[in-house]
């Protein structure tokens, strides 16, 4: 006699699946607010959120219905229709960016090859686009030619031409390099991969002084930075930065595929049709749940919320950073974006955190990157710190 084997889920996603991703041991069933709850009804605070997608938690009541009344209408048209949820949708992201026009695509990686192809169109070919070291900007090749992790690009040679890198906060770097052969600097004013690091103000002094001379765009990377979570609208406008082009998604779709190329209107007239699109960007459930989130984010306070309890947040990680100065080299971040190094690799101690119903995640290799939803409590907040410190004790 044959035995057949039930194979579990974890089995099966090895079988049919490219090992592409480092799957968590657990399997979830539903999600609720900030918390996850897997099959054996374990229950997860849930402070890592998609990776900054789900703004708004889970099943946000908003959300739900405005999904529920978009997709019994349509779920997809061509983008050779006008879509009400669309232009309403695009209305509140470009009012509250303070830019002039938008693309819809379905990520942030495609937002920024739409960005490269915009930049290229205005600039040419021969002029040179940069980006910064440690910098992520995806997984396409245009967007990994401008990645600065090269572990992400080993292997996948060879890249856009006309692509450079500068060293993150090196003034004297950028000087070096940036002149009338630059068309335009790509950056994350706070990098999210790269460890939750934050450019300076000289830096960006000096690159505003530069721009003034050389005439280049900046393009801020608000993929992950964006859409509130610093406690902001977009991580540039902590240091007063007017960029030419912003490039977004993640939690601008409330959990569901939806990026944006957001442009000034010196780009304005830079596309025309045919010069780019996309099947399925700016899809219309897409931008029902968008419609909410920037709504809850912009118009319902939450923003003002993220700014407060960021602080708070922060300030109460740098007295257990004080406390625990042998485990614990730096703070960093703003709002609801916040990066605790540590002085050891963090990928056991991410393990640690799930035991205890924490979910985190580990960046840069020695970097806890904390990334709530924007809904998450002064509650939510104060049971992740004791679960943080009670972690640490445990190390010592």
């Given amino acids: 006699n044959i035995i057949i084997m039930s194979q579990s889920i974890f089995e099966k996603d090895k079988n049919i699946f490219l090992s592409t991703y480092n799957r968590l041991p657990i399997d979830i069933e539903r999600g609720e607010g900030v918390f996850l709850y897997d099959k054996e009804g374990k229950k997860y605070l849930d402070f890592f959120s998609g990776l900054a997608v789900n703004a708004l938690g889970y099943a946000h009541p908003g959300i739900v219905e ?40 379905n990520s942030g990686t495609e937002a920024v090859e739409a960005a490269i192809k915009i930049i290229r169109k205005k600039y040419g070919p021969e002029k040179i686009i940069y980006s910064l070291t440690d910098s ?29 890198r500068i060293k993150f906060n090196d003034v004297n770097d950028l000087l070096e390099k940036v002149d009338e052969n630059t068309a335009a600097i790509f950056l994350e004013f706070i990098q999210g ?31 992950q930075c964006g859409t509130g979570r610093t406690g902001k609208a977009y991580s540039h406008n902590h240091f007063y930065v007017n960029p030419d082009l912003i490039v977004t998604a993640k939690a601008i779709g409330g959990g569901l595929p939806l990026g944006a190329l957001l442009t000034t ?37 939450l923003i003002s919320k993220v700014a407060a309890l960021g602080e708070y947040f922060i300030e109460q990680l740098n007295e257990i950073k004080n406390r625990y100065l042998e485990q614990i080299k730096e703070i960093r971040g703003k ?25 985190i995640n580990c ?34």
């Avoid at 995806?138 to 292997?155: H, P, Q």
Wanted: aromatic residues 10%; charged residues 25%.
């Fill in 66 to 105: 405005a999904v529920s009344n978009q997709i019994s209408k349509f779920a997809h048209l061509s983008n050779n229709f006008i879509t009400d949820i669309q232009v309403e949708f695009t209305e509140l992201l470009v009012k509250h960016s303070v830019m002039s026009k938008a693309f819809l695509s």
């Fill in 136 to 164: 992520f900007h995806g997984r396409t090749y245009g967007s990994m030619s401008l990645m600065g992790r090269d572990k992400y690009k080993k292997g996948f040679e060879p890249f856009l031409q006309n692509t450079g």
């Fill in 193 to 223: 991969e790269g460890g939750i690091n934050l450019i300076s103000e000289e830096f960006v002094k000096t690159l505003l002084e530069l721009k003034q001379k050389f005439d280049f765009a900046i393009v801020s990377d608000g993929i």
């Fill in 265 to 301: 209107s010196d780009f304005g007239e830079m596309f025309s049709a045919g010069n780019h699109g996309t099947t399925f960007g700016g899809n219309p459930v897409s931008c029902a749940a968008g419609k909410v989130v920037l709504k809850e984010v912009y118009e319902n306070g």
């Fill in 335 to 359: 709002g609801f974006m916040i990066g605790v190094e540590l002085t050891e690799p963090c990928h056991d101690f991410v393990k640690k955190m799930r035991e205890r119903k924490v979910l």
């Fill in 363 to 396: 960046t840069n290799e020695k970097v806890l990157r904390i990334l709530p939803p924007l809904i998450a409590t002064k509650d939510n907040i104060d049971f992740f710190l004791f679960t943080l410190h009670e972690t640490l004790k445990a190390e010592k």
